[in-house]
């Protein structure tokens, strides 16, 4: 039976919209080179990937060397002129070094200036002298491919004397693909070079 077109319309608004589809997912994958000077050279892969507001992630030789930790998180944003990402997660590290981590990662962005940070704190199930909270911040400018600015790290994979690295980094994305270069405390003993290569897919 054909149903009038003003009873169709009725019933239509009676059922309100449509649902909407699910979101995509979207997934990243990173690598940072690391090259030490009085130590080892190492890589650090890291994959994400998220649907909406869930956020996944795997990080190897991130909290320690020989450690794998596994993440979840929400992802929140907001702003017009200034606006802003954070995620925040709650992940557990395993291999050489064993424990439970919360986390996060969030950025600002105005104009041509973004302002980022991650942290982490290892609640370390070994040896509760070993936790550690570690932090990775940038501030930089973008224009057109290129971004280039100054960071800073906290960590322990490897040692240094300098309780908090600084340092420059340049570097420039394509087309979903990202390519950096960092240089931590040059000139001193604690100098590294760190090469990041990652992308979206």
Same mark, same amino acid.
Request: without cysteine; proline residues 4%; aromatic residues 16%.
């Given at each position: 039976?054909?149903?009038?077109?003003?009873?169709?319309?009725?019933?239509?608004?009676?059922?309100?919209?449509?649902?909407?589809?699910?979101?995509?997912?979207?997934?990243?994958?990173?690598?940072?080179?690391?090259?030490?000077?009085?130590?080892?050279?190492?890589?650090?892969?890291?994959?994400?990937?998220?649907?909406?507001?869930?956020?996944?992630?795997?990080?190897?030789?991130?909290?320690?060397?020989?450690?794998?930790?596994?993440?979840?998180?929400?992802?929140?944003?907001?702003?017009?002129?200034?606006?802003?990402?954070?995620?925040?997660?709650?992940?557990?590290?395993?291999?050489?070094?064993?424990?439970?981590?919360?986390?996060?990662?969030?950025?600002?962005?105005?104009?041509?200036?973004?302002?980022?940070?991650?942290?982490?704190?290892?609640?370390?199930?070994?040896?509760?002298?070993?936790?550690?909270?570690?932090?990775?911040?940038?501030?930089?400018?973008?224009?057109?491919?290129?971004?280039? &600015?100054?960071? @800073?790290?906290?960590?322990?994979?490897?040692?240094?004397?300098? /309780?908090?690295?600084?340092? =420059? !980094? $340049? *570097?420039?994305?394509?087309? &979903?693909?990202? @390519?950096?270069?960092?240089?931590?405390?040059?000139?001193?003993? /604690?100098?590294?070079?760190? =090469? !990041? $290569? *990652?992308?979206?897919?």
């Amino acid at each position: 039976m054909l149903i009038p077109a003003p009873l169709l319309a009725a019933a239509m608004m009676l059922a309100g919209p449509a649902p909407a589809a699910p979101p995509a997912w979207s997934y990243y994958a990173t690598a940072y080179v690391y090259f030490v000077r009085n130590d080892d050279d190492f890589v650090t892969p890291v994959v994400w990937a998220d649907r909406g507001r869930l956020h996944l992630e795997a990080r190897y030789n991130y909290e320690d060397f020989d450690t794998g930790s596994l993440w979840a998180g929400v992802n929140l944003d907001g702003g017009d002129g200034l606006s802003w990402e954070l995620t925040l997660m709650l992940g557990g590290a395993f291999g050489a070094t064993d424990g439970i981590v919360p986390g996060y990662r969030g950025a600002l962005y105005w104009k041509a200036f973004d302002l980022s940070s991650e942290g982490e704190y290892l609640f370390d199930l070994g040896e509760q002298t070993d936790d550690f909270f570690y932090s990775w911040s940038e501030l930089g400018w973008s224009k057109g491919w290129f971004r280039g &600015g100054i960071a @800073a790290q906290r960590t322990r994979v490897y040692h240094t004397d300098a /309780d908090v690295q600084r340092g =420059l !980094l $340049a *570097g420039g994305s394509w087309s &979903g693909v990202d @390519a950096a270069i960092y240089w931590f405390e040059p000139g001193s003993d /604690d100098a590294a070079v760190m =090469l !990041l $290569a *990652g992308f979206a897919f």
